[in-house]
């Protein structure tokens, strides 16, 4: 797929990986739309001149993905503002405390609201639009935690470990209409989701428990997801990004 002058749906797209993917898309000349619970992003004034640099459009729209009708209407909203909708990066999510006997009912239930609910409405508005152009993009951010047993995370970890399923699912059941779904599973990025380590566990994870002993950043994880996008013969796959974290054994 050339992303010049395709329309982009980024949820999540105000913060971390999804404004990095942002940027990315921006500078690839597409169209986007950023859709976030804070709607609009002070953190990445760049975004702008971007924009004007590669002849792009960024939009931002205030949307929580736990909610179906808000996802319906964001779908709307943005093909009735562009006239389509070609690509759909789901990044949006957020960490989820607490094990088997800490967790709560609630947060429970929002875990997978957030990051599994979410797509199904969100699948099941863009797919028709894709699918009347003759070809499409989904890409998932699940995350290196749902592909290994992590403490305290339990919520997060199943939710996320879903996601590759889900991608693939997907990638079966809209092949015929050439609507290419993959999932992308970081491991420990530098975002503000990472904020709650002490610097003890940043050392830690530098030192013990990534292989190539450097976080990964946004952008590394961004450029992953361009390549997802603009490669017309990849689809129900999980691609790790994670240093080689999950892959060692000592």
């Not at 093909?79 to 759909?88: A, E, K, P, Q, S």
């Not at 199904?120 to 890409?139: C, D, L, S």
């Not at 530098?190 to 002993?213: G, K, S, V, W, Y």
């Amino acid at each position: 797929m050339n992303l010049q002058g395709k329309v982009c749906l980024v949820t999540g797209g105000t913060s971390g990986i999804g404004a990095a993917t942002v940027q990315k898309l921006a500078a690839k000349g597409a169209h986007i739309v950023a859709a976030s619970r804070r709607g609009a992003s002070e953190a990445y004034p760049e975004l702008a001149t971007i924009a004007e640099k590669y002849g792009a459009t960024i939009q931002f729209l205030e949307v929580n993905v736990a909610d179906p009708e808000a996802c319906r209407n964001c779908v709307d909203q943005v093909v009735v503002n562009f006239g389509c909708i070609d690509v759909l990066v789901h990044s949006a999510g957020g960490a989820v405390r607490g094990g088997l006997y800490e967790i709560t009912e609630a947060d429970w239930m929002s875990a997978f609201a957030v990051h599994v609910h979410s797509i199904f409405y969100f699948a099941r508005a863009v797919a028709p639009h894709m699918a009347k152009q003759g070809e499409g993009a989904i890409v998932l951010l699940g995350s290196a935690a749902g592909l290994r047993g992590c403490l305290g995370s339990l919520a997060y970890g199943v939710a996320k470990g879903a996601l590759p399923q889900f991608a693939r699912s997907l990638a079966r059941e809209l092949a015929d209409q050439r609507i290419r779904v993959n999932c992308v599973s970081p491991g420990v990025i530098r975002t503000p989701f990472q904020d709650f380590l002490t610097p003890e566990q940043a050392r830690n994870n530098i030192e013990n428990r990534i292989p190539l002993h450097i976080e990964g950043r946004p952008e590394d994880v961004a450029e992953l997801i361009i390549t997802l996008i603009e490669n017309d013969f990849i689809t129900g796959e999980n691609f790790v990004i994670d240093g080689g974290m999950t892959m060692r054994i000592v």
